[in-house]
């Protein structure tokens, strides 16, 4: 055996061009990488840092920290080395921290071996059949002429080929005229951040040489028909030659003969957890009165299931019985796109992207990363009002571990390989939840119109505004929910999927079910004065404009209902019924339509909140202003 170190050379994503040598020391002792004959010394083969995966802390977009630990005794060097080295990892996330002993440098590089095997082959061309029978009589056809005699030799030279193989295999420049000297047919694996090349040497020449009778004769392979030896020899031995590359981390330590602990980490991409909800809705009420008032009937809390699990992709790399830690929250890497120079590659290259585009691709709005990661709903969520907190299932191994702003929950130990996804149980456990109803309108003004919620005048399109089903879920859970996918289901009936979003514990969210087809509503807005050069503005006149808003909603259910109405335009509100709460922002350009001049209104958003008993009607009402350049 022989071994070829080679230079790398980097470039960095800065657009300055780095030129790095990275380099490894010769081991010629080293398991099966030294010279043919030589045997490892026990030295040799303990200074191997035998790395096991200690665990993997997975994040919600894709990257996952990698902690490793292994142990080795140094040589009398003092060094240690492992070839186990990640394909992928983040600019400055690769640490080699040790417990005992120190690290005065870590070279990373490429080793190349290449080992020799003889085996026993078929013979395939009239070459291979002269080789594996030379010295035996022969007949054969030559232009339709009958030739007999015994073969004597081939004309090539296959024996000078191997000589300059075995010398010159660590000069490059050797091994590349020796690859036109040698035909062999190549094979190439690559496995991991190894790769291996296997060639199988071929018979070389076109003429061998035939003893007749009349003299030695030279004959072209190629024009040999009907070739009969008595006891012919099919079978020839060839030789296998296999050149592997793989890299190698070699840590020189200060302490030699000594024995060393040392933790690997590193941030990498291609292994990414989503989480996943069931919601099963039980319609079972939580401490149910005697004969309820209507209003408290509407707001009573009831029981809902909940279990939740997380999904794990991975197209990183092998993990055997390595726990998984699945974390709420994103950290902030900067440099996540920009490979370690320590790990030989030129660009981060992210698989997962590659083996799910759906789930990982941007272009999908409800599976990106803006999502999945961490989002908080719109909804602003009040404080839960369940006393106690909520028992949760978990399963034994698994505990729950909050701080810095992450809450992480520590899985049981797994089997994941390359390509492969898991389903892992996190949570299971009842809450609380109500219904509530939610109608949401947005007005737009302009200074030819007054638009309504409707875009037509026919009658048939007034019950078109959407009432909106949603179920309120109180966490009074010690642990948060993170940002998932929820199935809502009333036990095996399914009722939405839709996106749950981030809860802390102690407080509330709500997820959309569906569309209700018995609360219908209608809201029309009218203009009942314009007054003239009221306001003047960087040389322009403003008129202003009163209007009022009338908006109706009528319960056809058979039960009393909780109603929340969220009702946006641009202007000022200036009264407003049945208590409803305002909040006026800054200027809104979804406000308007075709607006002119200076954005010199206010946004208004009124809030109510009304339980509507069956077959009666909610009619809130805003009187309103603001101003139009003319």
């Known amino acids: 055996m022989a071994m070829l170190v080679t230079p790398i050379w980097?470039?960095?994503?800065?657009?300055?061009?780095?030129?790095?040598?990275?380099?490894?020391?010769?081991?010629?002792?080293?398991?099966?990488?030294?010279?043919?004959?030589?045997?490892?010394?026990?030295?040799?083969?303990?200074?191997?840092?035998?790395?096991?995966?200690?665990?993997?802390?997975?994040?919600?977009?894709?990257?996952?920290?990698?902690?490793?630990?292994?142990?080795?005794?140094?040589?009398?060097?003092?060094?240690?080395?492992?070839?186990?080295?990640?394909?992928?990892?983040?600019?400055?996330?690769?640490?080699?921290?040790?417990?005992?002993?120190?690290?005065?440098?870590?070279?990373?590089?490429?080793?190349?071996?290449?080992?020799?095997?003889?085996?026993?082959?078929?013979?395939?061309?009239?070459?291979?059949?002269?080789?594996?029978?030379?010295?035996?009589?022969?007949?054969?056809?030559?232009?339709?002429?009958?030739?007999?005699?015994?073969?004597?030799?081939?004309?090539?030279?296959?024996?000078?080929?191997?000589?300059?193989s075995a010398a010159n295999f660590n000069d490059p420049s050797d091994s590349m005229r020796l690859s036109s000297q040698l035909s062999a047919s190549q094979s190439t694996r690559s496995l991991g951040s190894r790769t291996a090349t296997t060639s199988i040497s071929?018979?070389?020449?076109?003429?061998?040489?035939?003893?007749?009778?009349?003299?030695?004769?030279?004959?072209?392979?190629?024009?040999?028909?009907?070739?009969?030896?008595?006891?012919?020899?099919?079978?020839?031995?060839?030789?296998?030659?296999?050149?592997?590359?793989?890299?190698?981390?070699?840590?020189?330590?200060?302490?030699?003969?000594?024995?060393v602990n040392v933790n690997l980490m590193y941030f990498r991409p291609d292994v990414r957890w989503i989480p996943t909800y069931r919601i099963n809705l039980t319609g079972q009420a939580l401490a149910p009165g005697k004969d309820p008032s209507p209003e408290k009937q509407a707001s009573q809390q009831q029981?809902?299931?909940?279990?939740?699990?997380?999904?794990?992709?991975?197209?990183?790399?092998?993990?055997?019985?390595?726990?998984?830690?699945?974390?709420?929250?994103?950290?902030?890497?900067?440099?996540?796109?920009?490979?370690?120079?320590?790990?030989?590659?030129?660009?981060?290259?992210?698989?997962?992207?590659?083996?799910?585009?759906?789930?990982?691709?941007?272009?999908?709005?409800?599976?990106?990363?803006?999502?999945?990661?961490?989002?908080?709903?719109?909804?602003?969520?009040?404080?839960?009002?369940?006393?106690?907190?909520?028992?949760?299932?978990?399963?034994?191994?698994?505990?729950?571990?909050?701080?810095?702003?992450m809450f992480v929950y520590q899985l049981a130990p797994m089997t994941l390989r390359r390509g492969e996804r898991a389903i892992v149980p996190i949570l299971h456990t009842d809450i609380a939840y109500r219904d509530i109803y939610t109608w949401d309108i947005q007005m737009t003004h302009s200074e030819n119109f007054v638009a309504s919620t409707v875009d037509s005048p026919s009658p048939l399109r007034l019950s078109e505004a959407r009432v909106w089903r949603q179920v309120e879920l109180v966490n009074n859970s010690n642990v948060p929910w993170t940002t998932g996918a929820a199935m809502i289901v009333d036990e095996m009936q399914p009722l939405a999927q839709e996106l749950l979003t981030y809860t802390s514990p102690g407080s509330s969210c709500r997820v959309p079910v569906t569309v209700s087809v018995d609360l219908r509503g209608k809201a029309e807005d009218t203009e009942t004065g314009r007054e003239l050069k009221v306001l003047s503005w960087r040389g322009h006149d403003y008129a202003r404009v009163t209007g009022k808003i009338e908006a109706e909603l009528t319960n056809q259910k058979k039960e009393p209902v909780t109603l929340a109405v969220q009702l946006r335009f641009g202007g000022k509100a200036t009264k407003l019924s049945d208590n409803g709460k305002v909040v006026l922002e800054a200027y809104h350009a979804e406000d308007w339509h075709e607006q002119r001049g200076d954005p010199i209104n206010n946004s208004s958003v009124i809030r109510w909140t009304e339980t509507i008993l069956p077959g009666e009607s909610f009619k809130p009402t805003v009187d309103y202003e603001y101003y139009l350049r003319y």
């Open 10 to 164: 980097l470039w960095a994503k800065n657009a300055r061009l780095v030129a790095l040598i990275i380099t490894i020391s010769q081991f010629c002792t080293l398991p099966n990488i030294g010279v043919a004959g030589d045997s490892p010394s026990n030295l040799t083969v303990a200074s191997r840092l035998d790395l096991k995966t200690e665990r993997v802390v997975v994040f919600k977009d894709g990257y996952c920290l990698v902690v490793k630990q292994g142990k080795a005794t140094t040589d009398a060097d003092g060094v240690a080395y492992t070839d186990d080295v990640p394909d992928a990892a983040v600019l400055g996330s690769f640490w080699a921290v040790p417990e005992k002993g120190t690290i005065q440098s870590l070279v990373a590089g490429w080793v190349d071996t290449e080992s020799t095997m003889a085996r026993e082959l078929n013979c395939t061309n009239i070459m291979e059949v002269v080789k594996s029978n030379l010295g035996k009589a022969c007949s054969l056809e030559v232009d339709q002429e009958r030739i007999e005699g015994r073969l004597l030799k081939i004309l090539s030279n296959d024996e000078l080929a191997n000589n300059l």
């Open 202 to 259: 071929d018979v070389g020449g076109e003429y061998f040489l035939l003893r007749t009778q009349s003299g030695d004769m030279m004959i072209r392979a190629d024009m040999v028909r009907n070739l009969t030896i008595e006891n012919m020899n099919s079978l020839i031995e060839k030789t296998m030659i296999t050149k592997s590359r793989h890299k190698r981390l070699t840590m020189k330590f200060a302490q030699a003969n000594a024995e």
């Open 303 to 405: 029981k809902a299931e909940m279990i939740m699990q997380g999904e794990i992709l991975n197209e990183a790399e092998d993990f055997t019985n390595v726990p998984f830690h699945v974390v709420v929250g994103v950290p902030n890497f900067r440099f996540r796109t920009i490979p370690s120079p320590i790990v030989l590659e030129a660009t981060l290259r992210n698989s997962l992207a590659q083996a799910a585009p759906s789930i990982m691709g941007r272009g999908n709005h409800l599976m990106s990363n803006a999502v999945f990661t961490q989002q908080i709903s719109d909804f602003r969520s009040r404080p839960a009002t369940q006393d106690e907190t909520t028992a949760i299932d978990l399963p034994d191994e698994l505990n729950g571990k909050g701080g810095n702003d």
